[in-house]
């Protein structure tokens, strides 16, 4: 896919992550979780380059081991964006894609959905483009794990939470719960405006780096996407995640 921009992917990967440390260095068929995200993005062929930038020597040498981009951080982030903020800030690059380390099964349809609000947004007035997805079942509804999304009338975000929104309190309407899926497609503008802004207070409150956008008054464009990715936020994701691959 021909883009009149150039877009980079960046892949943050953080080695101790607070639900499940080390999750990024797991097997999955026989390679790394980080490394087969690294791979499926390149397979994408959606992007000028793709890197992974982390904290870890770790992960760093085996994604060089394997023929990958790697940058290590400088600093000490509190979150994703943060860190490719970092990485980014000397490169001339237009649109910046945030995959998540720990979800490997990146769909290349539901990437160009988001590359193609770009393309169509002559006047630059969004900010940042993400991916919800439906949600069906109480369970995946209440999960804080899961975090959800309400949007205006023409698909911008208003606000994200782990907790369920909107709150139906009115059981005679129907009501459509959307999961955020953890992919941002950047200006690099917005990403350089992130990095120099401090943690917002809802922002430390829900710990959701997009809610910090939201809070400076940036855009969020939101497209909707039935390609639902396994996140691995847990050991049971994970062998989830081994299950697809066999």
């Known amino acids: 896919m021909s883009t009149p921009f150039k877009v980079i992917a960046m892949i943050p990967a953080r080695y101790q992550a607070a639900r499940f440390p080390g999750k990024l260095m797991q097997d999955l068929a026989g390679k790394p979780?980080?490394?087969r995200t690294y791979e499926s993005a390149k397979s994408t062929n959606l992007f000028d380059e793709v890197y992974v930038v982390t904290d870890?020597?770790?992960i760093f040498s085996e994604i060089e081991k394997e023929g990958g981009k790697a940058i290590m951080s400088q600093k000490e982030h509190e979150c994703g964006s943060d860190r490719i903020a970092e990485a980014v800030q000397d490169m001339e690059v237009d649109i910046v894609i945030n995959v998540q380390g720990d979800e490997p099964f990146i769909n290349e349809k539901a990437l160009s959905k988001l590359l193609r609000v770009f393309e169509e947004d002559k006047d630059k007035l969004i900010d940042l483009a993400s991916l919800k997805v439906k949600l069906t079942s109480e369970e995946d509804i209440l999960n804080?794990?899961?975090v959800k999304v309400?949007?205006?009338l023409n698909n911008f975000a208003l606000y994200f939470?782990?907790?369920p929104i909107p709150f139906h309190r009115a059981k005679d309407l129907e009501v459509d719960y959307f999961?955020?899926?953890g992919i941002y497609a950047f200006?690099?503008?917005a990403l350089m405006a992130f990095y120099n802004l401090p943690m917002s207070p809802l922002e430390a409150?829900?710990?959701i780096e997009c809610i910090r956008y939201l809070e400076n008054g940036k855009t969020i464009k939101m497209v909707e996407t039935e390609e639902v990715s396994i996140g691995i936020d847990t050991p049971e994701d994970l062998e989830k995640a081994r299950l697809k691959f066999n």
């Open 33 to 35: 979780v980080i490394v």
């Open 56 to 58: 870890s020597e770790l």
């Open 144 to 146: 804080p794990n899961h």
């Open 150 to 152: 309400i949007t205006d």
């Open 161 to 163: 939470s782990r907790s």
């Open 179 to 181: 999961k955020h899926v």
């Open 187 to 189: 200006r690099k503008e």
């Open 205 to 207: 409150s829900e710990k």
